[in-house]
């Protein structure tokens, strides 16, 4: 069985829960599933989100 590490928002101590979050950037959005806090609404951007879709799409609208 695969062990599932929490994360928790280091405001409010309150275990980070996954949500539909918006992004957007040169005026284009889009929307994915985000660790965020359910308190203060702080959100965990993963590396592989990061350096992935989110580079994509920056690449993506910067050459346009």
Known sequence: MEET???FCGKC????LPAPTG???L????RTD???CPS???VFIPESLAKGRMA???TTLEDK
């Open 5 to 7: 590490k929490k994360l």
């Open 13 to 16: 101590m309150v275990e980070m």
């Open 23 to 25: 992004f957007s950037y």
């Open 27 to 30: 005026g284009h959005a889009f």
């Open 34 to 36: 985000v660790l965020r």
């Open 40 to 42: 203060c609404g702080q």
């Open 56 to 58: 994509e799409v920056e």
